[in-house]
């Protein structure tokens, strides 16, 4: 049986330690995405757990096969864009609903597709199998970080801007054949957007890990996670024995 002196001491020895390691996790001490640059720890873990999940999330080829089925599917849609707000002020409006229908036509039109921009509305024609197919190999690019080959097929227009007017024109095209009762058609652009454009903007400039191949990491940072914790429990535990404060069942 430990006495109060003992636990105070055992008390500021984890908290003490435990508060040391937080100052130093929130350092920017840690590689980031950016080769040479820092970043702090809580980034650095969400930059390996992304890679981790990257690549498990490669539907690229799967999509493309999926696509070939919509070939001969004819496309003659007017979509309506909406405002883009911003996520943390919904009154904000980042991007309007016309410069988006915008930079939809620009997308379309390099790929040779017929599209024409009035406001906030985009007339699209053309084969569906090859809009989407179009849309997948952007897509690639993006998920295997050559940004560089989206802004050289698209001057003047961001790679994150390319791919998110992909989005927008396949979305709105999910929704229009699901009005018109073409389930089947409508789930071959929803799966082209969900997870090819999705999975391809979300983690851009993300490396991809196999969970195999970086094992012995994921378990040390698992094992890490777990007994930090415990780290502070106990400290806090110590710290009520020390004040003489029982938990009794």
């Not at 500021?12 to 080769?35: M, Q, R």
């Not at 989407?132 to 227009?157: C, F, H, P």
Request: glycine share 8%; with cysteine; hydrophobic share 45%.
């Amino acid at each position: 049986m430990l006495t109060p002196a003992q636990y105070k001491m055992r008390a500021i020895a984890l908290l003490t330690s435990f508060v040391v390691v937080l100052f130093l996790i929130f350092l920017p001490l840690y590689p980031d995405l950016k080769p040479g640059s820092r970043t702090d720890g809580l980034t650095f873990m969400d930059n390996f757990f992304n890679s981790l999940s990257k690549y498990s999330s490669d539907f690229i080829q799967e999509q493309k096969d999926r696509a070939g089925k919509a070939n001969g599917t004819a496309v003659n849609a007017t979509l309506t864009f909406k405002d883009y707000k911003d996520p943390k002020d919904k009154g904000k409006t980042l991007a309007p609903a016309s410069g988006l229908a915008q930079q939809a036509m620009q997308v379309l039109n390099k790929n040779g597709f017929a599209a024409n921009a009035d406001g906030a509305n985009l007339t699209v024609k053309g084969d569906l199998g090859k809009l989407l197919n179009a849309a997948v190999n952007d897509a690639e690019l993006m998920y295997k970080n050559d940004g560089a080959a989206l802004t050289g097929k698209y001057q003047g227009m961001s790679e994150r801007a390319a791919i998110y007017a992909w989005h927008n024109t396949v979305s709105g095209l999910t929704a229009h054949f699901k009005k018109a009762g073409q389930i089947d058609t409508s789930n071959l652009a929803l799966g082209v957007a969900s997870k090819a454009l999705e999975p391809a903007y979300n983690y851009y400039q993300v490396e991809a890990k196999s969970r195999i191949k970086y094992l012995l990491p994921l378990l040390l940072a698992l094992g890490f996670y777990v007994l930090y914790t415990c780290w502070y429990g106990f400290g806090i535990l110590y710290m009520f024995e020390a004040m003489g404060v029982k938990l009794n069942h």
